[in-house]
């Protein structure tokens, strides 16, 4: 398949691993890229940007495909080495950049200079249309279904897709909520050129996580995610556990005076514990909605092939089939 998200970033399918916090090291984005898709390294879960560098060169002796390293920009106080970040990223040669959070236009140029492509991942058509106009190369448009921060809008991406389409001239892939072909062909009918994937890559046999998050993926329906930190404006689609219920019953106890140490227990420092450990109740962990559409726990090959051929079919006979 062939749309301008492929040609873009130089990728045989037209399927991007989101960037995820201790979910994305290399075996899973060497995986997705030796598979035709695009990999993501998450750049922060490298707690220095020496040993991401170590990452990127990890990667590279997995795959000799294009692969990505995500950039997320956080409102912190204690901003992480993000010139030290950006430096190993442009050193270790990766020509694609997926930035989230805040703003990225300060790196955009030293990131142009370099030959980097830049995929910024919105929640909304404004935040989109900003990102097209200080320079990024396409945008992953995040719906309200998805897995991490979903913004305050909460609009979903059968709205929110569209309304991209109507208004961005650069291509953008859909994110959230994407499992399948199905979900392939419904992102492209809707104006994208491609999909973003997050909850449903951490349920492979390559994703570097326990098996028990796998599992809790695998028997958790579209019903099992909850919002937290809405108070904060910070707003987190998690799956539903004890440290869950926890946060939402601080949050209805202490309502808009709620500050982020009241949560922190739950929320901070806790991913080393649940994705390493398996730990499943040690605390708060993003997980989209989707975990409604997975069931099982394919190799990335298994899962890239069988979403690329379901689409295929989908658009050949089914939808062909209907206009005969
Ligand atoms: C466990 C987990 C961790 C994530 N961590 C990050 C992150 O650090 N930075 C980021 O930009 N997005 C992060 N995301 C969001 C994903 O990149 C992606 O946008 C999202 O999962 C798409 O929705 P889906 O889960 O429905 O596929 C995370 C998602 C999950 C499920």
Not at 60 to 85: I, S, W
Not at 187 to 201: D, I, Y
Not at 259 to 281: L, T, W
């Amino acid at each position: 398949m062939k749309t301008r998200i492929t040609e873009l970033f130089g990728i045989q399918h037209p399927i991007i691993q989101g960037g995820m916090h201790y979910v994305g090291f290399a075996e899973l984005a060497a995986a997705v890229s030796n598979a035709g898709g695009l990999g993501i390294i998450t750049g922060l879960t490298q707690k220095t940007p020496e040993l991401l560098a170590k990452e990127i060169a990890r990667c590279r002796e997995m795959t000799d495909k294009p692969f990505g390293v995500n950039l997320t920009f956080l409102p912190a106080v204690n901003q992480p080495d993000y010139p030290g970040y950006v430096k190993a990223i442009i050193d270790g040669g990766v020509k694609v950049v997926e930035t989230a959070g805040n703003n990225p236009q300060q790196w955009l140029p030293v990131l142009k200079e370099a030959g980097i492509k830049v995929i910024h991942k919105c929640t909304s058509v404004r935040h989109a249309l900003k990102a097209e106009a200080i320079g990024c190369d396409a945008i992953s448009v995040d719906g309200f279904e998805c897995g991490g921060h979903p913004g305050e809008d909460d609009v979903p991406n059968f709205i929110l897709l569209p309304r991209a389409a109507e208004e961005l001239k650069i291509p953008f892939v859909a994110s959230g909520g994407m499992a399948d072909g199905r979900s392939l062909v419904a992102a492209l009918a809707l104006g994208a050129e491609g999909m973003n994937m997050g909850t449903r890559f951490m349920a492979t046999q390559e994703a570097p996580v326990h098996d028990n998050v796998k599992q809790a993926i695998v028997a958790a329906s579209e019903l099992d995610t909850r919002l937290i930190m809405r108070p904060l404006r910070n707003t987190e689609r998690v799956l539903t556990n004890p440290a869950t219920e926890r946060v939402l019953q601080k949050e209805r106890e202490l309502g808009s005076a709620i500050a982020f140490a009241d949560i922190a227990p739950e929320v901070a420092g806790v991913y080393p514990r649940i994705m390493q450990n398996g730990e499943m109740e040690a605390g708060v962990w993003s997980c989209g909605m989707v975990a409604g559409l997975i069931n099982d726990v394919p190799s990335v090959q298994q899962l890239i092939d069988s979403i690329m051929s379901q689409a295929e079919a989908l658009i050949a006979e089914r939808l062909a089939g209907m206009l005969r």
